[in-house]
C-alpha cells in the first residue's frame, strides 16, 4: 500500500467506520458521546435562552429605564430634579395588605399606581377570568384590577367588590400582566391593582408600615446618567437606584442558583459518559490491534494509522453530537415547560451558541477520554500478524489521566462552575465513592468461601464479579450514586416539609398579624383574647438600616462576599423588648434588667385563655450615653460584631447610636416573631411604630379572622398554612424539573454499564460457548446472568438507599435541627436497581447467550 493523502485517508476511514457500524463497542461510544453532548446542550440553552429574555426585557422588568425605590417617599428634590431634565416619570406604591370580600379574606400583594404607569412595557387585562387580553389602559378612581386567583379565593366575579383598608374598590377587570412583575417566583400572593388617587382613603399606609415607593423615570441615556450622578449623591439609607442590570438581578438571582444546579448535574452526566468513552475506547482499541497491524504489513506508517482511527473517532464524534445537539434542543423545550409558572412569559429561542457549546463539551470528552487508549493503534509492531501475543507499549500515565484532567478543566470553564463548591463536592464524592467502594469490595471477596457449598447458577453468577471485583465495585458505585441522587430527590421533595410541620407544637403560631397601629395593640389584643388565640407578644416594629460599625460606614467594613452583606443591604425590623424573646438564648454578653411597666399589659388574662404580651416599647430608662442592642449571633459572625462595638442605624432620617451588649441564638422556625436587632426598651421612642405578632387559632375560626380584619383594616394577617400549601407546589415543580435533568444522568450512567458489559464481552461470549460445549443448556446461562446484574442492581440499590438515610441524617440533625427517623420505603431502591441492572445487563450481554459455541471454538 502506497502512502494515502488526506482525502485517501478520511475515505478509508469513513469505510471502515460504515463497516463497524454495528459493533457495540461504537454504539456505546456513540450514545455516550450523544447523552454528553444533549446534557450540555440542554442545559446550555436553559441558561442562554433565560439570560436572553432578561437582557431582551430588562427595562420591562423595572416598567421603566430608571427607578428610584426606598421605604419612604421620594423627597420633592429627587422628583424635581427628573423633571427638570426631561425625564418622564411614574409613581408606584407597593404594599401587602388583606382584601376582604363578602365571602371571606385574602393576603394579597396590592400596587397602587398614576396613570403614567408603566413607562416601558405595558399591562394586559381582560374582561373576565380567560377572557381575550388586550392590553395598555389601567384603573381608575374607585376600580381594582386583579389577578384571577383572587376571584377564586374569594368566590367573587368582575363587578363585585373588594375591601382594600377602609376603601371598598369595585372589580373592572382581570388583571393578566405587569410588566415589572418579573415573575411569579417571588409572587405568593394574589395581585391586586388600583389607581395611586385612592391610596390614601384606604388608610393602610401608615408611619412605621412596610411599604415599597417607586418612583419610574424614563429618557435619554444622558439625561438618566446625570440624573443618576445628581441623586446618587443624597441618596437616604433606605433609598436606592435601579437600573436595567437591577432588573436582570431580580430574576436571575432567583433562577441562577437552578442553573448552577443544572450546571453541575450537566457536570456529572458529562463525567460519567466520559468515563463510558474511555471503557468503550478501550476495547474499541483492543479489538483493531489485528486490523492496525496488517495496516502497518501494507505500508502504513505509524502516524497514519494513528491518524485513521483518530478520524474514525472523530467522525463518530460529530455524528453522535448533532444528534444529541438536537436531541438537547428537544429536551430544553420540556425543562421549560415544567419551569413555566417560574420563568418570563417571552423567551428568545437562544441561538445556535449552546448547540456549539454542548457539541464542543462532547468533543472535548471524547478527545479527553478516548484519545489515550487509541494511541495504542499507532504503536501496534507489524509483526503482531505473526505473533498475537504482541502488544503495542501501552500510552503512559500521565498522558491518560492528564487528558482526561485537560478536558475535565474545560468542561469546568465552559459550564463556568463555582470552582470551590465544584471541587468540594468532586471531593466529597471520591471519598465516599472510596469508602463504599472499599466496603462493596470486603464484601464480594467475603463471598468467595460462601460460594463453596452454593448451587452452580449461583457460583456462575458470581463468579464474573469475583473475577472483577473493581470493575464490579465501579459499576455498582456509578447506579448507587444515580439512585441515591433520585431518591434523595424525591425524600426530600415529600417529605421535609412534611417532617418539619409535623415537629413543630401542636399550638404552633400559625397566623401571623403585621402592620398593626399604635392605637390598636390593646384592641387588637382583648379581639384575640376574646376569639380564644393564644398570641405570642406584640412586639413594635419600626424599620431602619445599619449604616456604620465603630464609626465606619458599613459598606467599608462588610465585604462583598460576606453573608451579612445583603443584611446590611435593605432595612431591618427592629424592636425593642424588656425581656428575652422565647425562642432566644444568649450565647455571649447580659441582658438588661428591665421590668414591664403594668400599663404596657393590655387586659387581665383567663385561666384558660392567656392574654397575648405586649412588650413594652414605653418603658423609661436611665439617662445612658449609648443604650444597648441584641445582635443575633449568626448574623453578628458575618458581620464581624463583637461585645462592646457600636452600631449606628439610619431610622426615620435620624442617626441613633447603640451599643452591642450580648448575642444571642433564634430558633427561627418556630413561627414566632423573631428579630436579628432587639434594642434596649425606651431607645427608639417617638419613632414611628408598627406592632408585629403570631397567634394559634384552630380551625374553624374562619369566621372570627375576617371579623378580626375587618375590625383592624390596616393591620395584615398572614395564614401561615397557606403559604406553607403554595410553598410545597412551587417546590414540587422546581424539583419535578430537578428530576427530569436527572434522566441525563441515568443515562449516563447506562452509557457507564454498556460500556463495562462490553469491555467483558468477548470473554463473556468465549466462556458461554465453553459452557455451552460441556453441556450446560442456554436456561442456565440466563439464569446465572438474571443473579450477576439482579446483585449487580441491589447492591447499588442498598449502596443509595445507606446513602439517603446519611445525607439525610446529616442535613436534619445539622442543616434543619429535625429530629431523624428511619425511611423504610428507601427499601424500594434495591428493587428498583436489581430491576434496571439486572435489565439492562440481560439486554447488554444477549451476543453472549445467541453466541453459536462452534464458531467461537472455531475462531479460538
Not at 385574602?106 to 400596587?111: E, F, I, R
Not at 388583571?175 to 411569579?184: M, S
Not at 450446560?776 to 446461562?781: E, T, V
Not at 446484574?789 to 442498598?798: D, E, N, P
Request: with cysteine; net charge neutral.
Amino acid at each position: 500500500m502506497s502512502r494515502l493523502n488526506f482525502s485517501a485517508l478520511l475515505a478509508l476511514a469513513g469505510r471502515q467506520l460504515r463497516r463497524d457500524a454495528r459493533a457495540s463497542e461504537v454504539r456505546v461510544l456513540f450514545f455516550s458521546v450523544l447523552v454528553a453532548v444533549a446534557a450540555s446542550t440542554a442545559i446550555g440553552y436553559f441558561g442562554a435562552r433565560l439570560n436572553g429574555a432578561m437582557q431582551l426585557r430588562a427595562t420591562e422588568f423595572l416598567g421603566a429605564d430608571l427607578v428610584l425605590q426606598g421605604t419612604s417617599p421620594a423627597r420633592p428634590g429627587q422628583i424635581d430634579d427628573g423633571e427638570a431634565l426631561g425625564l418622564a416619570h411614574a409613581r408606584v406604591v407597593e404594599f401587602t395588605s388583606v382584601v376582604g370580600g363578602d365571602q371571606g379574606i385574602q393576603l394579597s400583594s396590592v400596587k397602587a399606581a398614576d396613570a403614567r404607569y408603566p413607562l416601558r412595557g405595558e399591562i394586559r387585562s381582560a374582561p373576565a377570568p380567560y377572557g381575550a387580553e388586550s392590553p395598555g389602559g389601567g384603573p381608575g378612581p374607585g376600580e381594582a384590577w386583579v389577578e384571577p386567583r383572587l376571584l377564586v379565593a374569594l368566590g367573587m366575579q368582575i363587578g363585585d367588590s373588594i375591601d382594600v383598608g377602609q376603601k371598598t374598590l369595585r372589580l373592572s377587570r382581570v388583571l393578566t400582566y405587569e410588566p415589572d412583575r418579573a415573575n411569579n417566583f417571588y409572587s405568593l400572593t394574589p395581585r391586586v391593582l388600583m389607581n395611586l388617587a385612592d391610596l390614601a382613603s384606604t388608610g393602610v399606609i401608615q408611619p412605621g408600615s412596610r411599604v415599597s415607593y417607586r418612583d419610574l423615570w424614563r429618557g435619554e441615556p444622558q439625561a438618566l446618567a446625570a440624573y443618576c450622578k445628581g441623586v446618587e449623591q443624597h441618596l437616604a439609607a433606605n433609598q436606592r437606584l435601579l437600573d436595567t442590570r437591577d432588573g436582570n438581578r431580580q430574576i436571575g438571582g432567583a433562577l441562577g442558583k437552578a442553573e448552577r444546579y443544572l450546571n453541575m448535574a450537566s457536570l456529572v452526566a458529562v463525567l460519567l459518559a466520559g468515563v463510558a468513552v474511555a471503557l468503550s475506547a478501550s476495547r474499541y482499541a483492543a479489538r483493531r490491534l489485528d486490523a492496525s497491524a496488517l495496516l502497518r504489513c501494507l505500508g502504513l506508517s505509524r502516524r497514519q494509522a494513528l491518524g485513521l482511527y483518530c478520524l474514525q473517532l472523530a467522525m463518530l464524534g460529530v455524528v453522535a453530537a448533532l444528534f444529541g445537539a438536537g436531541l438537547g434542543w428537544l429536551a430544553q423545550l420540556g425543562l421549560f415547560q415544567l419551569l413555566e409558572g417560574l420563568l418570563p412569559s417571552t423567551v428568545p429561542p437562544g441561538g445556535i451558541a449552546p448547540a456549539l457549546a454542548g457539541i464542543a463539551t462532547g468533543l472535548v470528552a471524547l478527545a479527553g477520554f478516548a484519545l489515550p487508549p487509541l494511541a495504542a493503534l499507532g504503536r501496534v509492531p507489524p509483526l503482531r500478524v505473526l505473533r498475537r501475543d504482541l502488544l503495542p507499549v501501552p500510552p503512559s500515565s500521565w498522558l491518560v489521566y492528564g487528558a482526561a484532567l485537560l478536558a475535565l478543566g474545560l468542561i469546568m470553564w465552559r459550564l463556568s462552575l463555582d470552582l470551590l463548591l465544584t471541587f468540594a463536592l468532586l471531593g466529597g464524592g471520591l471519598i465516599a465513592a472510596a469508602v463504599l467502594g472499599g466496603l462493596l469490595l470486603l464484601v464480594l471477596r467475603s463471598l468467595r468461601r460462601a460460594l463453596a457449598g452454593a448451587p452452580l447458577t449461583w457460583r456462575l453468577g458470581l463468579g464474573q464479579l469475583l473475577r472483577y471485583p473493581l470493575a464490579a465495585a465501579g459499576q455498582a458505585l456509578a447506579f448507587g450514586l444515580i439512585l441515591l441522587a433520585m431518591g434523595l430527590v424525591a425524600l426530600l421533595r415529600g417529605e421535609l416539609l412534611d417532617t418539619w410541620q409535623a415537629q413543630l407544637p401542636a399550638d404552633a403560631p400559625n397566623h401571623f398579624a403585621l402592620n398593626i397601629l399604635p392605637d390598636q395593640r390593646e384592641p387588637f389584643a382583648q379581639q384575640l383574647q376574646a376569639i380564644g388565640a393564644r398570641s405570642a407578644p406584640l412586639y413594635p416594629v419600626t424599620p431602619g438600616r445599619l449604616v456604620a460599625i465603630n464609626g465606619q460606614p458599613v459598606n467599608q467594613v462588610v465585604s462583598k462576599d460576606s453573608t451579612g452583606e445583603r443584611a446590611v443591604q435593605r432595612d431591618l425590623s427592629l424592636t425593642w423588648a424588656a425581656e428575652l424573646p422565647s425562642g432566644n438564648a444568649l450565647s455571649e454578653g447580659r441582658w438588661w434588667q428591665e421590668a414591664p411597666s403594668p400599663q404596657d399589659t393590655p387586659g387581665v388574662a383567663t385561666p384558660d385563655v392567656p392574654a397575648p404580651d405586649v412588650a413594652t416599647p414605653d418603658v423609661a430608662t436611665p439617662d445612658v450615653a449609648t443604650p444597648d442592642v441584641s445582635v443575633e449571633a449568626e448574623l453578628a459572625a458575618s458581620l464581624g460584631l463583637k461585645l462592646g462595638d457600636e452600631l449606628t442605624f439610619d431610622i426615620g432620617d435620624q442617626q441613633h447610636s447603640a451599643k452591642v451588649s450580648s448575642l444571642r441564638t433564634v430558633h427561627w422556625d418556630s413561627f414566632q416573631p423573631n428579630f436579628y436587632m432587639i434594642f434596649q426598651p425606651g431607645t427608639l421612642q417617638g419613632l414611628p411604630t408598627t406592632y408585629l405578632t403570631s397567634f394559634y387559632l384552630p380551625a374553624g375560626h374562619d369566621k372570627d379572622i375576617v371579623a378580626l380584619s375587618r375590625a383592624f383594616p390596616a393591620a395584615t394577617i398572614l395564614q401561615v398554612d397557606a403559604l406553607l400549601s403554595q410553598l410545597r407546589s412551587i417546590l414540587a415543580q422546581v424539583t419535578l424539573a430537578v428530576e427530569y435533568v436527572l434522566l441525563f444522568v441515568l443515562a449516563a450512567g447506562l452509557a457507564v454499564l454498556f460500556a463495562g458489559l462490553q469491555a467483558t464481552l468477548d470473554e463473556r461470549i468465549r466462556q458461554g460457548a465453553l459452557l455451552r460445549a460441556l453441556g450446560a443448556s442456554r436456561a442456565l446461562l440466563v439464569r446465572t446472568r438474571r443473579i450477576e446484574f439482579g446483585l449487580l442492581g441491589a447492591a447499588s440499590g442498598v449502596l443509595a438507599a445507606l446513602g439517603c438515610e446519611l445525607v439525610t441524617w446529616v442535613l436534619y440533625r445539622y442543616a434543619f435541627a429535625l429530629t431523624w427517623s428511619p425511611h423504610p420505603w428507601l427499601l424500594v431502591l434495591p428493587v428498583a436497581g436489581a430491576v434496571l441492572v439486572g435489565g439492562a445487563g440481560m439486554l447488554g450481554t444477549r451476543r453472549a447467550l445467541n453466541a453459536s459455541p462452534l464458531a467461537v471454538l472455531r475462531e479460538g
